[in-house]
């Protein structure tokens, strides 16, 4: 890249943003960013190493003889370059996060300090099972509130995500139908049609075929259609609750007797636990088994590609199949089954190397203990009170695509939008230029032009307020019939604007090569 010709390459205003163009191409302390490897010059370093010794080649004419094509940067050029990369994510610790299904809520400072204790932060898998009994004593302590808080008898605690968490659940379920001899038949698994992609997904990667149970116009499962469907080919059902229109499945109960009835389980994905933790317990609702992701409800940090972990609770039928490893204590011991012939049941083996995320674990653990059993339930309730807040702040002036009370989510149609030529997609890209993430956008597919916001209860209730005018304020411009051309040009203030996003996905541009112009890499 040249410098001397500024970064914007003489490309001089953006137009429609109206403001000038600067010669870094920065927009304050909205700073350019190249990659690291178009911001280094050959044969600078930041370290001082000293010669290699002289070793015997052994490489029989394999030794590399052109340039490894390592980027050289001083260390003052690596921190900054680091530094500005770090600030250009929004975040959770920046401020309201509404992404709906999500759950970003703030994760307590408390939770980050337990986890790097040194006796914690610093475990190594391989460690002698000798040397980390307090670390065992940990995940069996968390697997009992996780147990206690569902009301179930067994938790599997490898899984590393919630979709894993699901796939784990739903081997369970087909190892359970195997050991009736009922797996061949039984090949349908039904699921809602505001599902969760992940939950098909799981269903058809195990070779289960999907049907999908249409929602009633109260924004819940169709009960009628359900039992409709319900028959001697069934393996489960996959249900969200409360399900991603953000509403509790009021016949739930109807839901699980029917699904038992007709010799089938009931798979609960358990990812909006955050609205019923410490108010309802999955296992009374007669749920075979649910995956929790601990990034969500119990405030380990998630966004951006993970870590996750999504520990499954397993019903008494379910649980001989759980995989291991287990923990379990013999005496004052605790030790770890690793394979079938040292634990109960017959385990459909291992999912995961090692034993879980400990990080993940561990702060899920802090959490719950520092929260207790009256903080974890004001946890849910205030969260369902934040949505129900937004909700009828909102009501007015945005379009609620269900009637009543929600529970943690708040979800409008584009109805208000109608003949404004403004689109879910534009109304959301006008939130970046007021400082705000995007709610998740066109999810439940049920919903038309679906807005899900799913404020948390870790919002202030002015930031909150703040979050609402913005919305109120969007919604009426849109409304007055002559910002369409406005909103088109959103955002004017982030540092690129309108994305090609069929390229970008059609075509992802995974790796530099030096022949791409700085401008086609940003881009
Ligand atoms: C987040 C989520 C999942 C998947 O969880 P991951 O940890 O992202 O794999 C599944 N179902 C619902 C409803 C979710 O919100």
């Known amino acids: 890249m040249d410098r001397s010709q500024g970064r914007t390459g003489g490309i001089v205003s953006d137009g429609a943003s109206a ?38 080649d052994r490489l ?110 739903m081997m369970a379920i087909a190892a359970a139908l195997e050991a009736k001899g009922e797996r061949a038949e039984r090949k349908i698994v039904l699921a809602p049609e505001s599902a969760h992609g992940t939950n098909p997904a799981t269903a058809a990667a195990l070779g289960f075929i999907v049907k999908p149970i249409p929602a009633n116009d109260r924004g819940r499962v169709d009960l009628a259609a359900l039992k409709a469907a319900l028959g001697p080919e069934v393996a489960a059902i996959m249900l969200t609750n409360p399900n991603t229109c953000g509403l509790f499945e ?54 951006g590609g993970g870590p996750g972990a999504g520990p499954v609770v397993l019903s008494a039928a379910l649980a001989p199949y759980a995989p291991y490893p287990w923990i379990v204590k013999n005496g004052d011991t605790w030790s770890v089954a690793e394979d079938g012939s040292t634990v109960d049941g017959t385990p459909l083996g291992r999912l995961k190397a090692f034993h879980g995320q400990m990080g993940m674990f561990t702060r899920a653990l802090a959490y719950i203990m520092s929260h207790g059993a009256d903080g974890l339930k004001q946890v849910a309730e205030d969260a369902v009170l934040s949505a129900n807040y937004v909700m009828a702040a909102l009501k007015d002036v945005m379009t609620p695509a269900f009637e009543g009370p929600c529970m943690h989510e708040a979800l409008f149609d584009d109805g208000f939008l ?81 994305l090609d996003e069929t390229l970008a996905a059609r075509k992802p541009v995974l790796r530099w090569r030096p022949s791409n112009s700085f401008k086609q890499a940003a881009e």
């Open 19 to 56: 403001a000038p163009a600067t010669f870094t191409g920065n927009k304050a302390l909205q700073i350019e960013e190249p990659l690291i490897f178009e911001m280094g010059q050959p044969g600078r370093c930041g370290v001082d190493l000293p010669e290699p010794p002289k070793v015997k």
């Open 250 to 303: 009021s016949e739930i109960i109807e839901i699980s007797q029917a699904v038992h009835e007709a010799g089938a389980y009931f798979y609960c994905d358990g990812a909006n636990f955050n609205a019923i933790v410490g108010r309802v317990r999955p296992g009374d609702l007669g749920v075979d088994c649910m995956h929790i992701n601990l990034h969500k409800t119990f405030s380990t940090p998630h966004g």
């Open 418 to 498: 109608k003949d404004t030529g403004v689109s879910t997609l534009d109304f959301a890209k006008a939130m970046i230029d007021e400082g705000y993430h995007p709610m998740t956008m066109y999810f439940p597919l049920v919903v038309h032009g679906a807005m899900l916001v799913e404020p948390t209860e870790s919002q202030a209730k002015e930031d909150l307020d703040l979050f609402i005018g913005a919305l109120r304020s969007l919604a009426e411009r849109a409304k007055s019939g002559t910002a369409a051309e406005d909103f088109k040009a959103a955002p004017r203030f982030a540092p690129r604007r309108r």
């Open 60 to 169: 029989n004419g394999l030794r590399r003889t052109g340039e490894i094509g390592l980027p050289g940067l001083s260390e003052p050029q690596v921190v900054q370059h680091y530094t500005r990369l770090s600030q250009k994510n929004y975040a959770i610790d920046m401020g309201v996060y509404p992404l709906g299904s999500c759950t970003m809520k703030h994760n307590p400072r408390i939770n980050e300090k337990v986890a790097r204790l040194p006796g914690i932060g610093d475990l190594h898998p391989l460690q002698p099972v000798s040397t980390v009994q307090g670390a065992l004593a940990l995940i069996d302590a968390l697997a009992h509130w996780l147990k206690t808080l569902t009301g179930m008898p067994a938790v599997a605690m490898s899984p590393a995500a919630g979709a894993h968490g699901e796939m784990c659940g």
